[in-house]
T-cell receptor, first 110, second 116 residues
Framework: DAKTTQPPSMDCAEGRAANLPCNHS???????VYWYRQIHSQGPQYIIH???NNETNEMASLIITEDRKSSTLILPHATLRDTAVYYC???????????FGTGTRLTIIP | DADVTQTPRNRITKTGKRIMLECSQT?????MYWYRQDPGLGLQLIYY???????NKGEISDGYSVSRQAQAKFSLSLESAIPNQTALYFC???????????????FGPGTRLTVL
C-alpha cells in the first residue's frame, strides 16, 4: 500500500471548518483513500473513503486531487468532540491490512 | 461502536501468565481482526479471520494465537505474557461489499493490557 504523509498536529476554532491534508504521491490506481479517527484511546472510527471522486457523508467531505496524489478531509463545522487523531490510509480493495501511520492530532479550540 | 464488544476492558497480569482477550460482534460480518497499539503509535495487525475455518497471520503474530469460535466471536490469546506485550488491543470487523469494492473496518472499544 502507498505511504501517506500528514502534518503531526493542527488546531481549529470551534464552529469553523477543519481541513486536514494528506499526501499520497505513490498511490496506485486501485487504491482507495480512507480516513479514520481515534478519540483519546477509543477504538478507531471510520469517517469516509473515496477512490477518485469527491465524497460527502454526514460526518465529513473528502476532496481528492485530480492526480490523486493528495487529499483533504473537511469537517465542515468542527465541535470540541472532533478533537482526535485523524488517520489517512491508502488501501487497495482486498488488502486486509489497514496501515495506520502516526496521523494528525486535531485540537478544536473553544 | 457498540456492535463490537471486547472483554475485559482492562487487565493487569504477570509475566508468564496465559491470558485471553475476547471479542464479540453483532454486525453479522464475516471478517474479524485483532490489532495492537503501542503508546503514541499507529495500530499493527496481529491476526485476521475470514470465517471460522480461515485464520491468517498479520504483521506481528509471534507470541499470540487466536480462535474463531463462531462467526460472531474471535479470541486472542497470549500463551505466556511478557512485558513488551503491554499495549492497547483492538478487535475489528469488516463489511466487504463487492458491489462497490469497499471494505470498511469497525473497531471495538479496546482492551488495555498491562504485563508486569
Amino acid at each position: 500500500d502507498a505511504k501517506t504523509t500528514q502534518p503531526p498536529s493542527m488546531d481549529c476554532a470551534e464552529g469553523r471548518a477543519a481541513n486536514l491534508p494528506c499526501n499520497h504521491s505513490t498511490i496506485s490506481g486501485n487504491e482507495y483513500v480512507y480516513w479514520y479517527r481515534q478519540i483519546h484511546s477509543q477504538g478507531p472510527q471510520y469517517i469516509i473513503h473515496g477512490l477518485k471522486n469527491n465524497e460527502t457523508n454526514e460526518m465529513a467531505s473528502l476532496i481528492i486531487t485530480e492526480d490523486r496524489k493528495s487529499s483533504t478531509l473537511i469537517l465542515p463545522h468542527a465541535t470540541l468532540r472532533d478533537t482526535a487523531v485523524y488517520y489517512c490510509i491508502v488501501k487497495a480493495f482486498g488488502n486486509e491490512k489497514l496501515t495506520f501511520g502516526t496521523g494528525t492530532r486535531l485540537t478544536i479550540i473553544p | 461502536d457498540a456492535d463490537v464488544t471486547q472483554t475485559p476492558r482492562n487487565r493487569i497480569t504477570k509475566t508468564g501468565k496465559r491470558i485471553m482477550l475476547e471479542c464479540s460482534q453483532t454486525k453479522g460480518h464475516d471478517r474479524m481482526y485483532w490489532y495492537r497499539q503501542d503508546p503514541g503509535l499507529g495500530l499493527q495487525l496481529i491476526y485476521y479471520s475470514f470465517d471460522v475455518k480461515d485464520i491468517n497471520k498479520g504483521e506481528i503474530s509471534d507470541g499470540y494465537s487466536v480462535s474463531r469460535q463462531a462467526q460472531a466471536k474471535f479470541s486472542l490469546s497470549l500463551e505466556s505474557a511478557i512485558p513488551n506485550q503491554t499495549a492497547l488491543y483492538f478487535c475489528a470487523t469488516s463489511d466487504r461489499r463487492l458491489a462497490d469494492s469497499t471494505d470498511t473496518q469497525y473497531f471495538g472499544p479496546g482492551t488495555r493490557l498491562t504485563v508486569l
